[in-house]
């Protein structure tokens, strides 16, 4: 597959070969399966207290047998636990406690703590992120993720380098896409209604995705930059992620699917010799 090669001012500068895990089936299906599992391990465990309920001196059942001392036999009460209220010489009064069916008892099926990891092959996770690169030089995927497009022109695009100021920057990736300007920078506005009110203040969007190699050094607040190092599958879902990558990213994930490819080799080679 062939991408686009822009200078920094936004020029037409011919075409770059990409990476062959650009060319990847898609699998939304697994893409999705590791992003539940991501979400699964995010979320806030939650339980009661393991000993709410339990803080009675009500352990055990009351005595059954004839003429036993603090025994209930014959008062006809079940032989459930129960704590002592007060007493007025062998006359007790008593309160079942501890158990599910009483007034201050122990939850009856409450949520454990334990959290039990969802198993992810490694495999499976080297075809998400796949498919999550590939998905982001598709043209089907992007108009898919994007609602406002109906059409979308320039990709893959390559840069040769990302400007260091932000009003070319800006003036850069408005020339590479001219008829997207719209939703290629970070925007946040205030939220209309309740939700102010609620923990989610503010909407916001998170525009054009550039993917440098770890050896660059840029920043901006206008978009977001990523090196190849630190992407994720969380920045590129759901699946077709407005992207620009750099010469530079492109050669460095060249280089790390030759050396994936290098070690399946060696693999191989040893399996056989055994």
Do not use: C
């Amino acid at each position: 597959m062939k991408a686009s090669l822009y200078t920094q001012d936004g020029k037409s500068k011919g075409e770059i070969e990409l990476p062959a895990l650009f060319s990847t089936t898609i699998r939304p299906d697994i893409v999705q399966k590791i992003i539940r599992s991501q979400i699964f391990l995010q979320m806030q465990p939650f339980s009661h207290d393991p000993l709410a309920g339990k803080k009675h001196s009500a352990s055990g059942t009351i005595s059954h047998q004839r003429h036993d001392w603090k025994g209930h036999y014959g008062r006809g009460i079940s032989r459930i636990p129960r704590k002592t209220m007060w007493r007025r010489g062998t006359q007790f009064y008593w309160i079942g406690a501890e158990i599910s069916s009483t007034r201050g008892g122990r939850r009856a099926h409450g949520p454990s703590l334990i959290k039990r990891l969802r198993k992810v092959n490694k495999k499976e996770m080297e075809i998400a992120f796949n498919s999550a690169l590939s998905a982001t030089v598709s043209p089907k995927y992007i108009i898919e993720r994007y609602s406002s497009l109906d059409s979308i022109k320039g990709i893959p695009a390559v840069i040769e380098s990302i400007p260091e100021k932000t009003k070319v920057l800006l003036s850069t990736i408005k020339t590479i896409f001219p008829d997207i300007s719209e939703i290629l920078v970070k925007k946040r506005s205030v939220r209309a209604g309740r939700g102010k009110a609620r923990g989610r203040k503010y909407k916001s969007s998170p525009g054009l995705l550039i993917i440098k190699s770890d050896s660059e050094v840029v920043k901006s607040s206008l978009v977001e930059i990523k090196s190849v190092s630190n992407i994720s599958l969380d920045s590129l879902y759901p699946l077709g992620r407005l992207t620009l990558y750099t010469k530079k990213a492109i050669e460095q994930l060249g280089t790390l699917e030759n050396k994936k490819e290098s070690k399946s080799e060696d693999k191989k080679v040893k399996e056989k010799k055994k």
